[in-house]
């Protein structure tokens, strides 16, 4: 029997964090957000796994723009573990809706909670916890609901195009107090030019929106813009690119990591909406033939769908969660054999967790939050798959014996999503990498410790900077002293993403690769192994 590491002396690598260099930006950078959040397996509803990580910055043409002040739980999962002293965010400058609201006109109610959710997202608040908060949309027709996140997502998505065209258009951009009276003149913008609303309805919708918000003196000017977009809007837009929708600093890291032809085929996938990717318990040829899906490397199944997941067939039953196809493949690679002991660490909202379960382990899962730790437990339950929850800081967890493996599914900038997540194009910026990365260092060298002799762990991030993948497993592998090292992945074990397999055996998934599919996340993902 191989000797196992006591708990009470877990292996710390003690090598202070490499402080890697991150592209800066031009505008003076804002305090870096702490937080942190996990990769979305998918946005379309409250009831399907869901959640996300961070992002920000924006383009050449939206770096006037006032960084916004992250508020609300971002931040969650992440503050407790990161001891870098994050300071709470500053409010947000008071909003028109702060005073007595007027009647909104029932035609107006799903533009006015598309403005809501705007706002909502340039405070830092992510688009998916602002959805599924939100009161009145639960009292629309499933038609406006699906229109609400229509317009919310390509407001988002496009939205440094769309700044680049009305830039042109607005001699005075609205500021202060009436800053957010450009979320409306992007709303207006993005039906117009992306959407394809009528002249007439587009324009009468946005002044009259300006006027509900309370920005009466600025109906002229919505007026005055919109019809020059009629006119005009279409040859300014066709003068943009999808480029103009990254960060600039998103857009100089991957141009320099990965090449301006991969750059800008990602740049046009985050365009598009995403597919709805399924994980199932079983039966994976019969669940695609049930749901009118696609089976993807024998595991995921894809369909084309905007509603609400959970009105297909089989949800209640809980025979399948949602789950991107990219996202499946870190919990595949601990290759989890019946009863095995098993650490899944930052758990929340529960997708790897559920594979995990699924594969024959015996499941404790962990997290900081326990509204996400109670997330985790309503998912479960429909799945009815059991787990062991502890809600505790990774960073500082100890087991009460070594276990067999452990998955780090850690927080980062998930720059991998922003087709899923258009809102971390406007909220993460290039100085907040490293804060990240104190955070997955620390979950990383104390989750080693918990590995009996030979027993392995995933570490993943849905990230596509190499700060938070590679540079992170190379630092951990030169801390370690042959303590612990890499358990290459093979090509059968990657299956469909056998080549995005790199030289040092781990996996980098660019969606740029993936294109033939329709795309996919990006991530990182290596295997270790403990070799005591």
Request: proline share 7%.
């Amino acid at each position: 029997m191989p000797d196992r590491k006591t708990p009470s002396t877990p292996t710390r690598l003690d090598k202070p964090l490499l402080r890697l260099e991150t592209p800066k930006r031009a505008a003076k950078p804002r305090p870096a957000n702490r937080g942190e959040h996990k990769a979305a397996d998918h946005p379309s509803s409250g009831k399907s796994f869901s959640g996300g990580k961070p992002s920000s910055g924006k383009s050449s043409a939206n770096n006037n723009r006032p960084a916004p002040h992250p508020t609300g739980d971002k931040t969650a999962n992440a503050a407790s573990r990161a001891k870098t002293g994050g300071k709470p965010a500053k409010p947000a400058g008071k909003r028109p809706e702060s005073a007595p609201k007027k009647a909104v006109p029932t035609s107006l109610t799903s533009r006015r909670i598309v403005y809501d959710l705007l706002v909502a997202v340039d405070e830092g608040i992510q688009l998916d916890k602002a959805l599924s908060s939100n009161h009145d949309l639960p009292k629309l027709e499933d038609r406006d609901r699906r229109f609400v996140r229509l317009l919310a997502t390509t407001s988002l998505r496009h939205r440094g195009q769309l700044e680049r065209v009305l830039a042109p258009l607005v001699a005075r951009k609205p500021f202060g107090a009436q800053a957010n009276a450009n979320l409306i003149l992007l709303m207006g913008a993005a039906q117009l030019l992306l959407l394809k609303t009528g002249a007439h309805a587009a324009v009468d919708s946005t002044v009259e929106l300006m006027r509900q918000t309370g920005f009466d003196r600025l109906c002229g000017l919505a007026n005055a813009v919109m019809r020059r977009l009629t006119r005009e809007g279409e040859a300014l837009f066709e003068a943009t690119s999808h480029m103009d929708n990254l960060p600039s600093w998103l857009q100089q890291s991957w141009r320099h990591y990965w090449g301006e032809e991969a750059t800008t085929a990602i740049a046009d996938l985050a365009m598009l909406p995403p597919p709805l990717d399924i994980s199932v318990k079983d039966d994976a040829a019969g669940w695609a033939d049930k749901l009118d899906a696609r089976l993807i490397g024998n595991h995921s199944l894809r369909r084309e769908f905007d509603g609400d997941p959970s009105l297909l067939v089989g949800f209640d039953e809980g025979a399948w969660w949602v789950q991107d196809a990219a996202a499946a493949l870190p919990a595949r690679l601990l290759n989890i054999v019946k009863d095995e002991a098993v650490i899944d660490l930052c758990a929340a909202p529960g997708g790897k967790t559920a594979q995990l379960i699924a594969a024959g382990g015996r499941v404790t899962a962990i997290d900081n939050s326990r509204k996400r730790l109670d997330r985790l437990r309503r998912n479960l339950k429909r799945l009815k798959l059991p787990a062991d929850l502890v809600l505790a800081d990774g960073a500082s967890y100890s087991p009460d014996a070594p276990v067999d493996a452990v998955l780090v599914d850690a927080p980062c900038s998930a720059t991998g999503t922003v087709r899923r997540r258009p809102d971390i194009l406007n909220q993460r910026e290039a100085e907040d990498i490293i804060a990240l990365q104190q955070i997955q260092w620390d979950l990383v060298t104390n989750a080693l410790g918990w590995l009996r002799s030979g027993g392995r762990m995933v570490y993943a991030t849905c990230s596509l900077q190499p700060e938070e993948g590679e540079d992170i497993i190379s630092a951990v592998i030169d801390a370690a002293d042959g303590r612990f090292g890499i358990d290459p992945i093979t090509a059968d074990q990657a299956g469909i993403f056998a080549k995005s397999i790199t030289e040092t055996g781990c996996i980098r998934i660019l969606p740029s690769d993936y294109v033939d599919i329709g795309g996919v996340d990006g991530f990182f993902i290596a295997r270790l192994m403990s070799l005591e």
